[in-house]
């Protein structure tokens, strides 16, 4: 948020109840709020009585007698809130699911401790104000525009389909230039466009007289496919960069869009395979160039030599680069571009009975793990069975998950935190319902079996996510400092890349030991440095 001067005006709402509204009948508005997936406990129903009128709701809301900490808040969350459950009635906006607030501008809160509220809502264009006033109509909150959203259902088992999504390529609808005036090229090019030795020609060739071309074809392609990928990939890059460099920079060009193709640098289809690293890279390289400067560069991936066709399909895609996006691949004479789709049948689904972890059984890539059946494991001596709440991510999963892992007895999810369901012999410090944290595999599953001496209590007030991110990073560091530097109190530690998940474990750590902490970060992570209390003068460029 962003703090403004407060406005000196004091907002009412005047005589109450409202003079020329309708009342509206509570009875059922709770429960069909839960019937469209809003299920709000006791101390958010807070509406007692509602009035509609001419482009205004008017509300009555309180707080339960037992509410909580109510003189801790400006305007207690639950009342608020429950201020803004009638703002269906003034039907701002569109769509069949319940609308949420989404940004809020212009609040004010003109006093505190209210556990009542009198509320007038009113239409401010697609936004909603907000004025609310206490028993006595002295004014308590206001919001000068509430923008609503719209949720959608979340109460159904697909709920996921709706927020997941993936790109892919969808087949464009592109109509063939009849003809390819107003094209050129750089370096070479099919017969019958002009065709200049780089950028600089071009310039100089326009600023004498010759017209400047609508696009300009710029091929990015590996020349030699038996040069080892790296060293092809930094030649190519860098050819294409001092290439679109210059042309970014070219006073006379700024009309002109340039054309960059390459030839099988992207999977557009599921038989297309990567055959030229090199121009991947190139593609990867301008897409953050396109951000920078919208609709000047195109890229296209062709399937074969450039031939006429293609030629007349990249003309049309030239003339008006929002139909691609300024991103093309050239299929069988066809046109495809990425777009942004919800992600549909490829939700990972456990087996219909018994336990399941998520392990690679294809490994190379991330799309062959899946959900695999696990086996019951009896308990034994000094072991715990825990329900899983959370599962730390690390990289070594992914490592795992790609076949790259050292051990190939490795398994997916080697840290998390969960409930103790059952404790096995010698195991008496631990009990079912106790919350724990620590290092077990597979953790990607609902239950795993730990060693006793790998989990602890999870200390008071720590959610499971937070539990689950702590002990690998922790242990390491905590294994580094004082296992092995034996680290003490008076002592000095320089933590490289401090601001990562082992550096700021290490950070924390040096300083509970007592210990005076040098770290080195990226320049802009020296936030994270500063905010863990490492002093300036001891942050360095970890680059």
């Known amino acids: 948020g962003v703090l403004e001067p407060a406005v000196a005006e004091e907002p009412a709402i005047g005589v109450w109840p409202p003079a020329g509204a309708s009342e509206v ?11 469209h997936g809003l299920a709000y406990g006791p101390v958010f129903q807070g509406l007692r009585r509602v009035w509609a009128g001419d482009g205004e ?24 809130d429950a201020a803004l459950h009638p703002i269906g009635l ?16 212009g609040v004010q809160v003109h006093a505190s401790g209210a556990s009542v509220l009198r509320v007038r809502l009113t239409r401010a264009g697609s936004a909603v104000r907000l004025v609310a006033v206490d028993g006595s109509g002295a004014p308590v909150v206001s919001v000068d525009s509430l923008v609503l959203r719209e949720m959608g259902a979340v109460a159904t088992p697909n709920a996921a389909d709706r927020s997941l999504f993936e790109v892919s390529w969808q087949v464009e609808d592109v109509v063939p230039a009849g003809g390819v005036s107003g094209l050129a090229a750089l370096g070479e090019a099919p017969a019958g466009l002009p065709v200049f030795g780089d950028v600089a020609a071009l310039v100089a060739a326009v600023e004498a007289g010759e017209p400047a071309p609508k696009a300009v074809l710029l091929r990015a392609e590996a020349d030699d496919l038996a040069v080892p990928a790296p060293q092809a990939a930094r030649a190519l890059t860098v050819d294409v960069l001092a290439a679109v460099q210059s042309w970014l920079a ?5 009309d002109a869009r340039l054309v960059v ?14 055959d030229d690293l090199a121009g991947a890279a190139v593609w990867g390289l301008l897409r953050s160039a396109q951000s920078e400067h919208p609709d000047r560069i195109v890229l296209a991936d062709l399937d074969r030599e450039l031939d006429a066709d293609a030629l007349a399909l990249l003309a049309a895609v030239a003339d008006d680069p929002a139909v691609t996006g300024g991103q093309l691949a050239i299929r069988e004479g066809a046109v495809l571009v990425p777009r942004l789709t919800r992600l549909t049948g490829a939700e990972l689904v456990p087996p219909a009975t018994g336990l399941w972890h998520l392990a690679p059984v294809k490994p190379g890539t991330l799309d062959g793990i899946d959900l695999v059946p ?29 076949g790259m892992y050292p051990d190939p007895a490795a398994r997916m999810g080697s840290e998390g935190a969960g409930v103790v369901l059952e404790a096995g012999p010698g195991v008496d410090d631990l009990v079912p319902g106790d919350r724990v944290m620590g290092m077990f595999e597979p953790g990607f599953g609902p239950q795993v079996v730990a060693q ?42 320089l933590v490289h890349s401090g601001a990562g998940g082992v550096g700021m474990a290490a950070i924390q750590l040096a300083q509970h030991f007592g210990a005076t902490v040098y770290a080195t970060a990226s320049p802009g992570k020296w936030g994270v440095l500063r905010g863990l209390g490492v002093a300036e003068e001891r942050i360095a460029s970890s680059r």
């Open 90 to 105: 003034l039907d701002a906006g569109t769509g069949s699911g319940p609308r949420v607030p989404f940004a809020f501008e």
């Open 452 to 493: 006793r001496e790998r989990v602890a209590k999870i200390p008071a007030g720590w959610s499971f996510t937070q539990a689950a991110s702590v002990p690998l990073v922790f242990l390491t560091a905590y294994y580094a400092l004082r296992d092995l530097a034996g680290l003490r109190a008076g002592e000095s530690v």
């Open 261 to 274: 193709t390459t030839r099988g640098a992207v999977v557009a289809r599921d038989e297309d395979r990567v």
């Open 25 to 35: 009948e509570l009875a059922g508005w709770y429960p069909a709020f839960a019937e």
């Open 374 to 402: 696990a086996p019951a494991v009896k308990l034994g001596p000094g072991q715990v069975r825990i329900a899983v709440r959370a599962t730390g991510v690390n990289f070594r999963d992914v490592l795992i998950a790609l």
């Open 250 to 254: 070219a006073e006379a060009l700024t």
């Open 57 to 80: 709701v008017y509300a009555e809301v309180a707080l339960p007698d037992d509410a909580p900490d109510v003189a801790a808040f400006g305007v207690h969350p639950a009342l608020l």
